[in-house]
């Protein structure tokens, strides 16, 4: 249950893209297709961004896309917007139902 | 209101014992699998613990194995964690999180968070 490798830190100017990488092993990124990604403000909860690589829940905006090649995954942000600064983590399944986080990426708008 | 609600954080001395709730509503709480994720103190989020949307299965990261049990009552709409043994890195935010299906290992992921309640462990 090793902690899935992700960047400290990604910055971008609006209206620019952003890609927040998430570098796993054979044994979770790279075996399931169960990748989500959680986007969470100082002091919040963390709220689902992206669910089984690339689904977007309802209500998240389409300039939030999720892939994932071999055992990384990626969280691509366009059009950089303010309030897109926050602090971005990836989930993986590890199988036999346990799960890992990466250690977070802080989002800064410059 | 779809909400989940976690309370019974509180400090206290290492080795001791603490359970947390987390009170849902808003949505059948009985047709989920729920977690539980923590977040020491400035850093980043760590996966706890899960338990099948009928209480059937549970599973842990090694890291709490054989201290913690998570349990449910679907009867009152309500997850638990019971922490034993506490240690000081134990120290944490701890989060109910609902999964997107009944059962966790159908599609790993959180759709829903809590609020979370904050666990400290120090003498």
């Known amino acids: 249950q090793s902690a899935l490798t992700q960047p400290p830190s990604a910055s971008g100017s609006p209206g620019q893209s952003v890609t927040i990488s998430c570098t796993g092993t054979?044994?979770?990124?790279?075996?399931?297709?169960?990748v989500s990604w959680y986007q969470q403000y100082p002091g919040k909860a963390p709220k689902l961004m992206i669910y089984?690589?690339?689904k977007r829940p309802s209500g998240v905006p389409d300039r939030f896309f999720g892939s994932k090649s071999g055992n990384t995954a990626s969280l691509t942000v366009s059009g950089l917007q303010a309030e897109d600064e926050a602090d971005y983590y990836c989930?993986?399944?590890?199988?036999?139902?346990?799960?890992?986080f990466g250690g977070g990426t802080k989002l800064t708008v410059l | 209101q779809v909400q989940l609600v976690e309370s019974g954080g509180d400090v206290v001395q290492p080795g001791r014992s603490l359970r947390l709730s987390c009170a849902a509503s808003?949505?059948?709480?009985?047709?989920?699998?729920m977690h539980w994720v923590r977040q020491a103190p400035g850093k980043g989020l760590e996966w706890v613990a899960v338990?099948?949307?009928?209480?059937?299965?549970?599973f842990y990261a090694d890291s709490v194995k054989g201290r913690f049990s998570i349990s449910r009552d679907n009867s009152k709409n309500t997850l638990y964690l019971q922490m034993n043994s506490l240690r000081v890195e134990d120290t944490a935010v701890y989060y109910c999180?609902?999964?997107?299906?009944?059962?966790?290992?159908?599609?790993?992921?959180?759709?829903?968070w809590g609020r979370g309640t904050l666990v400290t462990v120090s003498s």
């Open positions: 999180a609902k999964s997107g299906t009944r059962i966790a290992a159908y599609s790993w992921y959180f759709d829903l």
């Open positions: 808003g949505f059948t709480f009985s047709g989920y699998a």
């Open positions: 338990i099948s949307y009928d209480g059937g299965s549970e």
């Open positions: 054979s044994s979770d990124v790279g075996n399931y297709d169960y």
């Open positions: 089984e690589v690339t």
């Open positions: 989930s993986s399944y590890a199988g036999s139902n346990v799960g890992v």
